[in-house]
């Protein structure tokens, strides 16, 4: 990243490529930690001993799994590069962490291949899935799925599973793979083997990125972080069992991209609160991508509606929320953000900007290029760093005010040049008393306690 990009981040206050020149309070309606918003934080970062990782006084930590060490279900070793997870309830307080690893070609620890439950035997990403005791002790560890490539983000169902997303597009025939890539796939946490490795083939093939379920009729929002033009599409699934459960997905449904009239590069609206009414949605002639990518298919003339870095996506209240981390016009947008919020309105059809990222916001994030992003207890957000030096959590309160909520202490360079892990997979426990969070390199999950709702 050159300098003067890091300059800019840290000068905006980049948030996950979100900048809040407007109420948190509006973003989060309707979800849990839109109830009590918080405006504080917990006080400085307390050096930890054991060298892992800095929290505020109060606040502790467990290690639950680490790169590397056996699994408990002795299926073989920790995979690297953890990534996206999300955590479900469980009986007698149990929670079921389930964990993507965005494990490419050239993964240090490959998702161990298990039968019933492996995709292509050449891919080495995937998940891995972690029941907890309500003391967050772990009771199990195992492959969740296998055989998939580049599990980046996702998103949690209303029954209780997870979306894994394999943010590429390789076909059998690259990498040494035998099957196609860029699928999403369903995981099971708590009995894997009733999802097993079986793409959602009518979701589309493509850099998948992140998505949400419209919890009143089943339909999934997707999102496509695509690094080149024309850029990302985003995309809505209408699935042929509207009322969900587990493996309803895979009856199929249709799968269609958003046009703005008007609007062909969402970079170009730099407005906040600038709203379209009559979004259209266009049916995308082959979600396999057999020949062509999705983006450049022929949608006629009106086409669609691209974005970069469409990435994080979630649904609060009655509308789904996506993000454009960035855009910049020498590479290809139509102008320049440092990050955008849209909110979609399915009832009124009505997309509006809800927050735009920029010089003249007041958030001083004191990082650079964060990157995961997820509601906090007392409202507001924790977002996980990505960039140089050393590597932060950091949580913004509903007044915009940044404080540091977890330092990361693992160094992965030499003492010469010293080099920090990022975070990723931030989420919360069902009650909002445990942050579990993940160091992607090297792999550690962490899960981290304390009065979250002082």
């Not at 995979?79 to 149990?94: C, E, I, K, L, Y």
């Not at 899935?129 to 209303?158: F, H, K, M, Q, Y």
């Not at 985003?234 to 699935?239: I, M, N, S, T």
């Not at 949605?281 to 022929?298: G, S, Y």
Request: net charge negative; hydrophobic share 35%.
């Amino acid at each position: 990243m050159s300098a003067t990009r890091r300059q800019v981040l840290a000068r905006t206050g980049a948030v996950a490529g979100i900048a809040f020149t407007g109420s948190l309070t509006e973003l989060f309606a309707g979800t849990a930690a839109a109830k009590g918003m918080g405006r504080a934080g917990y006080g400085p970062l307390v050096p930890d001993p054991k060298g892992l990782l800095d929290l505020p006084k109060g606040f502790r930590y467990r290690v639950l799994s680490r790169e590397g060490d056996r699994m408990l279900s002795g299926e073989g070793e920790v995979p690297s590069n953890h990534d996206g997870m999300a955590a479900f309830g469980g009986r007698r307080g149990q929670v079921h962490l389930v964990r993507n690893h965005e494990n490419r070609t050239d993964a240090e620890i490959r998702v161990p291949a298990v039968r019933g439950l492996t995709y292509d035997p050449e891919g080495l990403g995937g998940c891995t899935a972690l029941t907890l005791d309500s003391a967050n002790r772990v009771l199990g560890e195992r492959v969740a799925i296998a055989g998939t490539s580049t599990n980046c983000a996702g998103g949690p169902t209303p029954w209780g599973t997870w979306l894994t997303c394999e943010e590429t597009e390789d076909k059998a025939g690259t990498n040494g793979y035998t099957k196609d890539h860029g699928f999403i796939f369903e995981v099971d946490p708590t009995n894997p083997h009733r999802t097993g490795a079986v793409p959602l083939e009518a979701m589309g093939r493509f850099q998948h990125e992140a998505v949400a379920i419209d919890p009143r009729n089943g339909v999934v929002y997707e999102t496509e972080d695509a690094f080149e033009r024309p850029f990302g599409l985003f995309y809505r699934f209408l699935p042929v069992k509207p009322r969900g459960g587990l493996g309803s997905l895979r009856a199929g449904g249709s799968l269609q991209a958003m046009r703005v009239p008007g609007v062909p590069d969402l970079s170009a609206i730099q407005e906040t609160g600038a709203a379209f009414d009559r979004v259209e949605w266009v049916d995308v002639p082959d979600p396999l991508a057999a020949e062509t990518p999705i983006r450049f298919q022929d949608f006629g003339p009106k086409g669609t509606t691209h974005a970069q870095k469409l990435e994080g996506c979630y649904w609060g209240g009655s509308s789904v929320y996506f993000v454009s981390s960035f855009a910049r016009s020498n590479e290809g947008s139509a102008a320049d953000h440092y990050g955008q919020i849209w909110r979609y309105d399915p009832a009124r059809r009505r997309l509006t900007l809800v927050v735009v990222f920029g010089p003249d916001t007041d958030v001083q994030l004191p990082g650079e290029e964060p990157d995961n992003i997820c509601l906090a207890p007392s409202g507001g957000l924790m977002v996980a760093e990505d960039g140089e030096g050393a590597q932060h959590v950091f949580g913004v309160t509903t007044r915009g005010e940044v404080y540091p909520m977890a330092r990361g202490r693992q160094n992965i360079g030499t003492p010469e040049e010293p080099a920090w892990g990022e975070f990723a997979g931030i989420c919360f426990s069902p009650d909002y008393d445990t942050m579990f969070v993940n160091c992607y390199t090297p792999g550690t999950t962490f899960a981290v306690t304390g009065p979250w709702h002082r």
